[in-house]
């Protein structure tokens, strides 16, 4: 099997990835190259890929990674009804909570 | 019995190692030997690029609808904390769905997947009573705590989780007996529950002989430059790389002269730059090790057959399965003394002690410098490779599952009730808390993609343009007359539904346009599942651009796509089209071949289209599927146009008094109208007496021939322009009318000619192919391009006419529309 090669990380360093990041975000023409050189130290790349790569975790709402915002009348009636039995159900456990 | 096996190895990026090469040859061997069980494979959409090649790897072996797919918000990585909550929702989300599928037994080919990936596995979460068996392939982070787990709290929280799944497995399938006695040390597994199921490889990793040309093809490929030694597989720290570099550095000069070091496959660059540190340390030069980066099993497979050596140096396998695929291609194989690989090799004269370079270096001299011993090792190896078969461990594995699957004694969820128990789960244990409606909707969807309500199966006739616009050209004619006859006698096992898409947003929509009765109620997005069928009917090329993401999504889901294709005319003759038209129609194409099949509506237009495919590089996994139907033309049955106008009596009338040819279709420059034309011209001109009707639109590029027919000095006279006029108007024109030229030099089908027929008039076609396979001996044929030629011709059919001995297009085959559509579902295999 497949072992990940991971370590943790130092304090400064996290400090230098995190500015890394800032800058990155805010200049995403950096995005290729800050990857590419990450790539040759697995612990930057860890961290980058958590953070440049997967994105904040809230900001990753779709099934498969689109950034289209969705609406109530976009599902098709079969998840409308599904999202209306999951509404029902969290209702119901705070009712009985 | 049934078996889902989850194939989600073969999905991460396990797929590209050992473990997603097992996970689907394990997987291949289960369903050819399964006997009267039945398979069914499940995979995680969150890796959408892998689903259509697995799909291709089990084709014809299993049928799609086996192949099932499952829906979960991601993502879902392990390695990002923030994901938590999103992946135990998955985690409940694929154990309600495949307990949806009413197993008897799940197997998982590979459970340590996930840290750094969208896979999700776990057992006994939601489904606590079928049985799960699980390969077991090594345990080697928790038998090097100190490289693999400490270092990393995430990875060791991440691990010791698998391991209680691990735990909770009904049957553990141990790779060889070294994996197997480490579960039973490691973990405290009962041993009764374990087995060794072993593990083999593909028949294509077999001897073969390649030709120099394929050598020298190879060895420039990879920058090989002398007889070779071969290492392939990862480069993580037990693959023991750095040792063998300095082993290899510590041959003799002449040796190393004549021997290249070369590394086969895809290592990770930062390893790459180490290794190479490592080689200049140990005074190696730059050419003597030698990195071929990702190789094809094609490639691979050649590698083994025309390695001088192959050394294997790994202190730690849970079987090694580069070493028994080297021995299947003949190679000379050495190996580590350690873990799984002295069984598979089963030969002590292949051995070395790992730790010792001396020794790594000893034995490859050896066998460098010791032809006899070397074709020794090939020898053995070859007789070795046979004692293993993908069909000996299906077998075994089989044999366990039914045995398990026979003492089960927990009763299994009840299907009706699986999604409720899943939303019951996933609110009752909080996962759900704080989720904003954002969320909810994108679960919902996901969800309702996984337990779609029951329903028949749908037959999504695509009819975009119909809806959209309707530009009311033929291909609207063939769509309406086709869905027509579909509504009115479905296939048995479908609901038809006609569909839209559009270019501005993702996915397609039920139309109601069809429906009796009208409502306001906004049209709904399609809920698709597999075994649903697409038909592209309707021509829009923008939209079937646009959607082309969504229909691969379709695809994945197990939906089978095809598109109608009416001709290649824009690409085929593009002088002819406005500027564009065939870059248009060319990249509509390349979309539309992408897909399951393509129907074509005559053999002409699927022997242009196999053509035109040649000179294309559009990555298949599947085959590529073409074939062809042909089109109704039971004019009768289609609801005519009505209306005459003043004239129509009088111009009938002077149509009937003189012989008159009819011309059918717009005005464009394909048709031919303009040589048709010259050839009137000389006939008026040479006396004959004859009329020439056209009855068409105005088309593109035609102004000039436009402007000359308004200015004809015989308009009205012998030369007769019915513009727009409706079907109760032609069919009269048809009647006064003696023959039918069809000119035109090119077509997808040619309606026009059974028009004819169908009113018993004689046909004079231009002899194209399609023409041909439409009217065959039933149509006279003229060729050339100029008025001359084609006024002779008119004269020649002029005299037998007078004599009756003109050929009748009456015989002249035709289908109705219901027959068409018939054809089309036939040929698509939908009964």
Redesign the interface.
Known sequence: ????????ITKSEKIIIQKCVVFVNKHPGFKKIAMWFM????KFR?RL??KLI?G???N???????E????????????????R???S??E??IKSN | MRIVIDLQGAQTESRFRGVGRYSLSMAKAIITNSKNHQVIIVLNSLFPDTIESIRAYFDKLLPQENIQVWYAPGPVLELNFNNTQRREIAELTREAFIASLQPDIIYIASLFEGFSDNAVTSIGLLDKSTPVCVTSYDLIPLQNPKLYLEPNDTYKKYYMKKLQYLSKASLLFAISESSLQEVIHEIKFPKELITNTSGAVESSFKQCTLTEQESLVLITKFNIQQPFILYTGGADERKNLTRLIRAYASLSTQLREQHQLVFAGKIPPNNIIQLQAEAKKAGLTEGELSFTGYINDEELIQLYNLCKLYVFPSFHEGFGLPVLEAMSCGAAVIAANSTSLPEVIGNIDALFDPFSETDIANKMTKVLLDENLRQNLIKKGLKQAQKFSWDKSALIAIEQMESAVSTRSKKPLSPQNIKKQLLNALVERGLLNNYTDQQLYVLAQALANNHPKPRKKQLFIDVSELVNGDARTGVQRVTRSILNELLKNPPKEYDVKPVYGTHAEQGYRYTQKFNLQTSDIEDEFIQARTGDIFIGLDLQHHVVCAQKNYLLALRNRGVKIHFVVYDLLPILMPKVFSVGAGQGHQQWLSVVTQFDTVMCISHAVEKELIDWRKTQTIKRHRDFQTAWFHLGADIHNVLPSLGLPQNAHKILNTLTKTPTFLMVGTIEPRKGHKQVLDAFEQLWKGGVAVNLAIVGKQGWMMEETNKKLKQHLELNKQLFWFEGISDEYLEKVYGHSICLIAASEGEGFGLPLIEAAQHRMPVLARDIPIFREVAGQYADYFKGSEGEVLAQKIKQWLEQYKQNKHLKSEQMSWMTWQQSATQLLTKLGIN
């Open positions: 099997m497949k072992v990940p090669f991971i370590q943790t790539r040759f130290s697995p860890q890929i958590s997967n904040p975790a809230d990753e709402l779709s099934v498969n990674s689109s289209h915002t969705i609406e109530l009348n976009e599902l098709t009636e079969d998840a409308r009804a599904i999202y039995e999951l509404q159900t969290i119901h456990q």
